[in-house]
């Protein structure tokens, strides 16, 4: 619930809090973290029914992972705004609280009142407070399941805890977790579409610090598979190139995970929760010169561009007259530079050259060309 600071904020039930807090440096539009955040909840008696505090004095990048606990995973994961947890999650490994672990519910009783303070201050000293009030009102009923809604063949459920390492059969399907891969308790469940292409797993909107490792059995090839038009109803599957896809709104590629061939399913470490689909990546990467004709610049440096729509970008290699040449991949900009300083190839002769570029299930696009350089 977002609102402004003069509302009553009505809590339905047990409700957890996170607030968005940053620091903008006088003259700039840049955004910058907090130094101190500090939060309590005081019923209208004057008990305490949360506390909080966190300071960013030094963060510990060995378990940096541990700020998707920290942050409110919902907001983060989609728009990366700076909203902070006002509860330590139980196995939140995080050097920065002064408070002990919390699940981090609050309560109320219908009509029953409480106030919200959070105080926070920037590397400087500047300090800012915001007072909340609360009361209680009726709880909501619980919201049905999502299954119909997914078009789901079958689905189950079954509770994980963050301490323990467990396996799961669910169908011909088999989930594998170590212990520490989720935060706290989670109901972790499993929907399958018909096509047994697609697979919905819960809980989506949390943060996982391990993968959740899917031996992914071979669907029948009788039902039509969307988007795989190169394979018949009937034919036998290949079994390479596969990869389990997650896919914006929009249609881009959000993620892909290789999916590796078993005896006689796939097996793929899935990073996240949310629907997974199988896709086969048949096509080769993209190589294209900066200008339309050379990748030749006018400092003597080559230039190309370089893409994969699906799979991503695994190795680029190079050679000028057989002899293998140091390349610079820009992920970021899709581009990969041989720079002339490197001195690989001859000056006013005309030489063979050669960029491979492999995609990350082992798809090749050889670009081949005679260039001179000046």
């Known amino acids: 619930v977002t609102l402004p600071v003069s509302d009553t904020l009505v809590l ?99 009509g029953m009142r409480a106030e919200l303070r959070v105080a926070a201050t920037d590397a400087a000293g500047n300090a800012t407070s915001v007072h909340v009030s609360l009361v209680g009102g009726l709880s909501l009923s619980p919201e049905g399941g999502v299954c119909n809604d997914l078009g789901a063949q079958d689905h189950g459920e079954w509770k994980v805890e963050p301490g323990f390492a ?12 170590k212990a520490g891969t989720f935060f706290e308790s989670e109901i972790m469940g499993v929907f399958v579409r018909e096509n047994g292409r697609t697979l919905e797993m819960m809980p989506i909107d949390v943060p996982y610090r391990k993968s959740i490792q899917v031996q992914w059995p071979v669907p029948s090839s009788v039902n039509v598979w969307e988007g795989a038009w190169s394979i018949l109803p009937g034919d036998t599957l290949p079994s390479d190139r596969w990869l389990a896809v997650q896919r914006k709104e929009s249609g881009e590629v959000a993620r892909a995970v290789v999916a590796s061939w078993l005896d006689s399913a796939w097996e793929v470490d899935l990073p996240r929760g949310g629907q997974w689909t199988l896709e086969r990546d048949t096509v080769a990467p993209r190589v294209l010169p ?85």
Request: charged share 20%; aromatic share 10%.
């Open 12 to 110: 339905q039930g047990k409700t957890r809090f996170a607030i968005e807090g940053y620091d903008l440096l006088d003259g700039a539009s840049n955004i910058c973290g907090l130094r101190t955040l500090a939060a309590q909840v005081t019923s209208e008696s004057g008990e305490t029914l949360l506390t909080y505090r966190a300071s960013w004095d030094e963060l510990d990048f060995a378990v940096n992972k541990d700020m998707n606990a920290h942050a409110f995973y919902p907001v983060w994961s989609k728009e990366r705004d700076q909203v902070h947890r006002l509860h330590r999650l139980p196995t939140n490994r995080l050097g920065i609280y002064t408070t002990p672990p919390s699940e981090g519910w609050v309560e109320l009783d219908p």
């Open 166 to 177: 467990g396996t799961q059969s669910h169908g011909s399907f088999e989930f594998a977790w």
């Open 290 to 374: 900066y200008h339309s004709g050379t990748p030749l610049m006018v400092s003597g440096d080559a230039v190309w561009y370089v893409e994969d729509a699906l799979s991503g970008i695994a190795d680029v290699q190079m050679t000028i007259q057989g002899r293998w040449a140091r390349v610079v991949w820009d992920p970021k900009r899709n581009m990969v530079t041989y720079a002339a300083a490197d001195a690989i190839h001859p000056r006013g002769l005309p030489c063979p050259v050669s960029l491979q570029v492999t995609d990350e299930v082992g798809n090749i696009h050889t670009w081949r060309r005679t260039l001179t350089w000046p």
